[in-house]
Structures are given as structure tokens and as C-alpha cells.
């Protein structure tokens, strides 16, 4: 393949893996950084170019790591510092880059940060954490609502005052706003880039800063708007106080000019909310702030439809100062691709289709760990919930155990070679036929389809780099094509039930078909593409 002179971020392929159920290596049940290493081989083996670790630091696990107690250290479920050295030299020797997550916006309860903070109102830290006084009548300062469901605040009796928690309460918010804060959080990054990872991936980073004068956030209006169903007080409103604010901007230059002093490093932004694509062009704008962002776009539709595709892809034109994008179908919050976009029987026809699609199009795809397997949203009975938001919303939401359940190694193996004793969460009986070992050897498998699509576009500077063009069709079909200088690919899905008509193609070559689509016209079967080369 010809190369362009760009880096090597931009149009890769990123594995994502949740530690705590990747790989057990010491019999707890719990997933660890030996785990990963000694599957390090795996994940090269699909072809993608770096690994996302979600979060491994010290932490009592009320958000399962994302309520970080020391930024500095591994917690010794994971296994230690010098675990974490032999996972990233792994990775490099492999090939694979290495991004890892950083909260940035709250830490744990538990961090020392934040013990000193709530013990006075005058230590040198009482500042570091968004505390305010109560109302008259003792309610809370304003009236922003916590994701996880009730107020966003929570009364400490050391300090006789209401400290702020976008999340759950045992993650207080960090103040950003103070500059002080800020030192700490960038020598925390700068404590990983020196010790070698390749990249971060900035988690929540639009709850960093809330309105100083905090200001009551105002209810969604009748509308467009309104989520159809509310199953916490924080659909009721508007989130344009309790984060998303304009200071945002220059801390994000600020981590990018700690960047630039490291050669050939990333960083991706989690962007949520509801003007999340708004933010996404403003913190990868130019060249003073982030590589790329991370797009809900996907992660939490019902279903894929041709409409969409475009209309979420065309918000990201290829033009000087645009930023770059990054998609996922699946992730450690979201239910898993397969169940939310379609039915029961054809498991394996969508995953395959999904990965077509999410490789094909422009920008960094992100693959979620078992979606190379077809997994679908494990079932995970009540009693065995962990999540607290699924325990919360319960039922009238799938919550995240379902995406979290344990990779599965060998169908035939105790808790499918996860463990060797009973995993942190169940392992869904249907996952096992979709075992690693069971799809191996497997021409027709999604694992061996995902390396095949992975290896195509890692051959192909049109898939990897090139622009993106929507064709006008009346067939039903979505169809787009990706252009680089000397390359053009015709990417064409049929991503309903029903069998649609595509135009005959003369003058291209095709490279990869699925489902029943043979890129020669005529009828194009249900849940089936092809990609071709225009000769």
C-alpha cells in the first residue's frame, strides 16, 4: 500500500478490552494486565494497530475503575506497575500501540485528593473539588441532576457543605476551573507518556467545568428533544450548566502542548450529551487540540438505517481545520451491536455486516472486545447485576453487565478459559459456540471475516484515509465511495430485512462480499455488501 505522510493515528484500527473481564491470569475471577499480556498475541493477530485499555488504576470500584483513587498506580485486582511495563512492552514488540483512559473530571472519594479537601474548608486543597453552601433552606445550590439518577450533589458534614458529583456520589467532582488542579491532572499525563503509552483516551472530559454561578440547568422543552422514555431525573433537563462550558477549550490546548513535547502521540476525547457533535468539532479543531473524538452516534440507536449513516458521516466533511472522527458500535456502555440492531436468529450475518460497515467507514473504528465474535448482549439475571446504573433503572433498561460479561477463550474449558473459577459476572451459555477456539480454525466465522475486513483496510489508503462521497440510489441500499489519489472503493450494504435492487457495476473489481452479494447488479439479499475497486 502506498502511504500518505500522516501519523500513525489516523484512520487506525483500535481494539478496545475491559480488563476486569478479558483475561484472569491468577484465579480470581477477575480479569488482569497478565491476562491481557499473555492474549497480547491475539489481539495482533486481528490486524488492528493499538489496544484501549479502560481502566486498571487504584480504585474501591464503585464505577469499576472509573472512579480512580491514585492516577499513579495499578490496583492490585489488575496487578502491579511492573505488570502494567510488561503489557506496554508486549504491546510495542507486537506492534500494537497502547491508549489508556484518564478521568479527568471526577475522582474517586477515596483519593487523597479529595480526603484533604473535605476535611476543612481552609487546607491547601479545599479548593480542588466543586463544594458550595446549601440554599436558605438547606436544599442543594442548584438543581443539576446526577447521571446515575437524583441530585448532582451530596451533603458532607465535615465541612457543613454540598460537594458536586456529575456521577455517583463516591465520585466527587473534580473544580478544573482551579489551575492548580490542572497541574496535577497534566503531570499525571505526563507521569504515563514517560513511562511509554501511546495515547489517552479522555474520559467524560465535557463534565470537566461546570458554571461557576450555578446556574439551575432548565427542562428539556416539548419537542424533538425530549427522550422518549425518562428513566432518571437527568433526561428532564437540559445540561448546559453542569457541564459543557467554554473554559473547556483552552485545558484541552493545554494537554495538547504537553503532547507535542512526545513524538507520535494520540488522544481521543469521550464526547456525550446533547450537543455532543458540537463539542467534537470544537475540541479537535486545528492543530492546538485533540487528535479525534469518540461519536455516540451509534452506540445507542435501535437500528442502522441508510439515512443515518449518512447524515452522521456527512457532519464531518474532509476540509482544512476539521476534526477527525472516531466510531464505535459497541463498548463496555452500551449494549452490544448485534442485539440492539437487530433480531435473535441472525447473529452472525449482523455481526459480520456491522464489522463491513464500521471498517469501511472514515475515520477511527473502534472495535469493542467479542464483537469479532458476533457476542451478543449477555443475559444477566438480577441478582447478579453489578452495574449500578442497571441496577437503578431496572428493567427498563439493559444496562452495561451484559457488554461486560467475560470474553470467551474455549467453549469446552471451566467459565470458557476465562478463569478457572466462577467470573465476576456469569458467562451467557450462548456465548460459547462463539468462543475464540470455536471460531479459530472457522473459514466462515466472524473472527475470520473481522481479520479479513481488517486486513483489507489496512491495505487500502482509501479506507483508511480517503474522503468519503454518498451515492444518491433508489435502490434502498446504502452506497458510498472512498477516494484517495489513485484509489476509489464503492462500499454498497443492504442493512434491512428485505431484499433490495442494486445498479450494475461494470469497470470495478470486486474484493469482498458478504451475505449473499456479489457486486453484479441485480438483487442485493438482506444484511449483505460488497466492496470493490473501481479498475
Not at 92 to 97: D, F
Not at 316 to 335: C, E, K, L, T
Not at 342 to 350: C, M, N, P, Q
Request: net charge negative.
Amino acid at each position: 500500500m502506498e502511504t500518505m505522510n500522516v501519523a500513525w493515528w489516523r484512520g487506525a484500527v483500535i481494539y478496545q478490552i475491559y480488563p476486569r473481564s478479558f483475561a484472569d491470569s491468577n484465579g480470581d475471577g477477575i480479569g488482569d494486565l497478565p491476562g491481557i499480556t499473555a492474549h497480547l498475541d491475539y489481539v495482533a493477530g486481528l490486524g488492528v494497530d493499538a489496544v484501549w485499555l479502560s481502566p486498571f488504576f487504584t480504585s474501591p470500584m464503585a464505577d469499576y475503575g472509573y472512579d480512580v483513587a491514585d492516577y499513579r498506580d495499578v490496583d492490585p485486582i489488575f496487578g502491579t506497575l511492573a505488570d502494567f511495563d510488561a503489557l506496554l512492552a508486549r504491546a510495542h514488540a507486537l506492534g500494537l500501540k497502547v491508549i489508556i483512559d484518564q478521568v479527568y473530571a471526577h475522582t474517586s472519594d477515596a483519593h487523597a485528593w479529595f480526603a484533604e479537601s473535605r476535611s476543612n474548608r481552609t487546607n491547601p486543597k479545599a479548593d480542588w473539588y466543586v463544594w458550595a453552601d446549601a440554599k436558605a433552606d438547606g436544599t442543594p445550590p442548584s438543581n443539576w441532576q446526577s447521571v446515575f439518577g437524583g441530585p448532582a450533589w451530596t451533603w458532607d458534614a465535615r465541612r457543613g457543605q454540598y460537594y458536586m458529583h456529575n456521577f455517583l456520589k463516591e465520585q466527587p467532582q473534580l473544580n478544573v476551573h482551579n489551575v492548580a488542579v490542572q497541574d496535577a491532572l497534566l503531570d499525571v499525563a505526563k507521569f504515563w507518556l514517560d513511562r511509554g503509552v501511546d495515547g489517552f483516551r479522555l474520559d467524560a472530559l465535557n463534565f470537566a467545568f461546570h458554571n461557576r454561578a450555578l446556574t439551575d440547568n432548565p427542562p428539556v422543552p416539548p419537542g424533538k428533544n425530549a427522550p422518549l422514555v425518562r428513566t432518571r431525573p437527568f433526561d428532564f433537563q437540559l445540561k448546559i450548566n453542569n457541564m459543557s462550558q467554554p473554559e473547556l477549550v483552552p485545558f484541552v490546548e493545554r494537554i495538547r502542548l504537553l503532547f507535542d513535547q512526545y513524538d507520535d502521540r494520540f488522544t481521543v476525547a469521550e464526547v456525550g450529551g446533547d450537543d455532543a457533535e458540537q463539542e467534537m468539532k470544537l475540541l479537535t479543531a486545528g492543530e492546538k487540540r485533540l487528535n479525534t473524538a469518540y461519536s455516540f452516534a451509534f452506540l445507542h440507536q435501535d437500528r442502522p438505517t441508510q439515512q443515518l449513516i449518512a447524515e452522521v458521516l456527512g457532519k464531518w466533511p474532509d476540509i482544512p481545520g476539521q476534526g477527525w472522527p472516531s466510531w464505535a458500535f459497541s463498548n463496555h456502555d452500551a449494549p452490544r451491536v448485534v442485539s440492539r440492531w437487530g433480531g435473535i436468529d441472525d447473529y452472525d450475518a449482523r455481526a459480520k455486516l456491522y464489522i463491513m460497515l464500521l471498517l469501511a467507514l472514515r475515520g477511527n473504528p473502534f472495535i469493542y472486545q467479542g464483537e469479532e465474535l458476533g457476542l451478543p448482549q449477555a443475559d444477566v439475571p438480577y441478582e447478579r447485576l453489578l452495574d449500578p446504573e442497571a441496577i437503578a433503572n431496572w428493567p427498563l433498561t439493559q444496562g452495561r453487565d451484559g457488554a461486560r460479561t467475560p470474553m470467551p477463550w474455549t467453549a469446552n474449558a471451566p467459565h470458557a478459559g476465562f478463569s478457572t473459577v466462577e467470573p465476576w459476572l456469569p458467562i451467557d451459555p450462548q456465548h460459547l459456540n462463539r468462543a475464540v477456539h470455536a471460531q479459530e480454525d472457522q473459514a466462515d466465522s466472524v473472527l475470520s471475516f473481522t481479520r479479513q475486513m481488517v486486513a483489507l483496510r489496512q491495505g487500502s489508503l482509501a479506507l483508511k484515509q480517503g474522503s468519503i462521497d454518498f451515492i444518491a440510489t433508489l435502490t434502498g441500499a446504502l452506497v458510498f465511495e472512498r477516494h484517495v489519489a489513485g484509489e476509489t472503493l464503492v462500499c454498497v450494504f443492504n442493512l434491512g430485512d428485505t431484499v433490495v435492487e442494486d445498479h450494475p457495476r461494470t469497470g470495478w473489481q470486486v474484493l469482498v462480499t458478504l451475505n449473499g452479494a456479489t457486486g453484479e447488479g441485480g438483487a442485493l439479499p438482506p444484511l449483505s455488501g460488497y466492496i470493490a475497486r473501481k479498475a
